[in-house]
């Protein structure tokens, strides 16, 4: 059988006559903040409250911490683990670390001592940057189990003097024994420039740590060569320029804001606007007065700008909006843009993806499957080929659901440590992702769901994504959520979680009805719980499977 999904016939489509390659300019990330640090100095590449850093600033300053790190033994393949919010000193860690020949380990600052511990442990960093109070409330009782040896802290009120009251509220500057302030660090250094490391393309620049669904969570070895790579692609893909600006709405820590913004400004470059965590009315405030013109985030980001009393013209800068992490209900597409006035561009990667491998191209609505009523993820992105798998591991034809399998320049190489698991999952440099749907004619993807959800109701197969796209055109849901529950009769059963818009009202029962009315007897939830708020990751991904735990326990 010919595999169809070589032919690859997006790439002629809407006149951008993309190459299937691309070509880049650099080898590794170290090189794209080298370059831009010369050719341009002046440009702010990073705005945080009241304050903005040019890209000369930032270029001297990484260059104190990384001459600070090495001066205190931290060298070439090392481990620094960063550990903060949405704020300039990630950027600097990040660079820091790979001007010292290093590796930044991303460690999502929301985790407790249980994950940091299994993280440092895994990863074997051998420095940390993390924020105060994340060092008196969990790192310095770990401290003592990992390898760690140079421990940098940082206050949630360095770089800035705004200090809102909506997002620092409580916090408050002190010391930290033991430990290194960061811009203590960097004034004891200015002006030296540490020996440039020998990196290469295949190194290791980040390692990100997967969410941890099924087993202990695993280290994806993103390399400069593919930062390098998708950053470019988001540029490319987005048509972002001078002119442009990030608003940094996803966690920098997750894959999707460490391309998608950082990556990102540093090489195109631009200022990236940062506001340390998400906060509707913040936001829309920082948006409009640095008039940004993109961003990239969770759908729930969108929904909760949707359910505020944010106004329509605090946003009117933002023209090129998209969405990873989850699939996107169409009613909740059409919601957004009635409401701001935008439309809001699906994309679709994993971790293990160095985020993109689909984008819907800038300008383009997603086509809706009238089957199953799923808006598209995109199109596969330069130089990367995704097929869809049936069970023997073959190529189905075109329109049949199976697994995404992807290949191309942003996979990772292996998962640290862990090439059993490698094994497994990124055979010959072929990952396959775990998520279920298809490929059009024209060659739009879909996502169906994650291969593990699936519901076996009486001998049905009952895809979550599905149910949930319907609850989201009911108009008082604000957030919806389907799992599989144990049922005597049919085995599983399916129930749905919802959450209600400000103002509405809504029964169990009536959700019953409205979903009853509008697909198979199968599909339709027997059970619905309300609730003010549903589980979900800091990336904004509802937690399906704490739900399902939930249910079961």
Not at 65 to 82: E, S, T
Not at 483 to 508: F, L, N
Not at 518 to 540: C, H, N
Request: glycine share 8%.
């Amino acid at each position: 059988m010919t595999d169809p999904y070589e032919a690859r016939p997006w790439l002629s489509l809407y006149g951008k006559g993309q190459p299937s390659e691309l070509t880049l300019e650099f080898n590794t990330m170290l090189d794209v903040v080298n370059s831009r640090a010369v050719s341009h100095p002046d440009v702010q590449l990073l705005k945080y409250f009241d304050s903005a850093t040019t890209y000369r600033q930032f270029d001297e300053l990484t260059n104190a911490i990384a001459a600070g790190l090495i001066d205190r033994g931290f060298g070439p393949g090392d481990r620094l683990a960063v550990m903060v919010q949405n704020m300039p000193q990630f950027f600097i860690g990040l660079v820091a670390a790979w001007k010292a020949g290093g590796v930044m380990v991303a460690v999502n600052p929301m985790n407790r001592e249980r994950e940091v511990t299994y993280i440092l442990k895994d990863s074997g960093a051998k420095a940390i940057l993390c924020l105060q109070s994340l060092y008196r409330d969990v790192v310095s009782k770990v401290q003592e189990d990992s390898a760690l040896e140079i421990v940098l802290t940082t206050s949630e009120l360095d770089m800035q003097t705004t200090n809102d009251e909506r997002v620092f509220a409580g916090i408050e500057r002190f010391e930290c024994e033991g430990t290194i302030d960061l811009l203590t660090l960097a004034s004891d250094h200015a002006g030296r420039k540490p020996a440039a490391p020998t990196l290469h393309a295949e190194d290791v620049a980040v390692i990100t740590y997967t969410s941890g669904t099924t087993g202990q969570p695993k280290g994806a070895t993103n390399t400069h060569r593919n930062l390098v790579h998708n950053g470019l692609a988001y540029q490319r893909w987005i048509e972002l320029d001078g002119s442009d600006s990030i608003y940094a709405v996803a966690p920098l820590f997750h894959i999707t804001g460490l391309v998608g913004h950082v990556a990102l400004a540093l090489m195109v470059p631009i200022p990236c606007v940062l506001s340390y965590r998400f906060e509707p009315h913040v936001t829309a405030e920082l948006i409009a007065a640095n008039q940004c013109t993109f961003t990239i985030g969770a759908i729930t980001v969108f929904i909760a700008l949707m359910n505020s009393d944010v106004q329509r013209e605090q946003l009117a800068s933002i023209t090129k909006y998209y969405s990873g992490g989850a699939p996107i209900p169409p009613s909740v597409l059409a919601q957004f843009k009635q409401r701001f006035g935008h439309y809001i561009h699906n994309a679709y990667g994993l971790t293990e993806t160095t985020s993109p491998t689909h984008f819907v191209p800038l300008g383009v609505e997603s086509p809706v499957d009238p089957q199953s009523g799923a808006a598209s993820v995109g199109v596969p992105i330069y130089g990367t080929i995704v097929r869809v798998l049936g069970e023997d591991g073959s190529p189905v034809a075109v329109g049949e659901i199976g697994e995404f399998q992807s290949e191309g320049p942003g996979i990772v190489p292996a998962y640290w440590d862990k090439p059993a698991e490698t094994e497994k999952s990124i055979s010959g440099g072929r990952l396959n992702t775990g998520d279920v749907g298809f490929m059009d004619a024209e060659g739009w993807f879909y996502i169906v769901d994650r291969k593990k959800d699936m519901i076996n109701a009486a001998g049905y197969k009952v895809w979550p994504r599905e149910v949930e796209d319907v609850l989201y055109t009911h108009p008082a849901v604000r957030e919806a959520a389907v799992v599989g529950v144990p049922d005597e009769y049919r085995g599983e059963t399916v129930r749905a979680y919802i959450s209600v818009k400000p103002g509405s009202t809504v029964s169990a029962e009536e959700i019953v009805a409205f979903c009853k009315e509008r697909m198979a007897a199968y599909k339709y939830p027997r059970q619905v719980e309300i609730r003010d708020e549903l589980p979900k990751t800091v990336t904004g991904k509802i937690l399906r499977r704490e739900l399902r735990d939930e249910a079961l326990s």
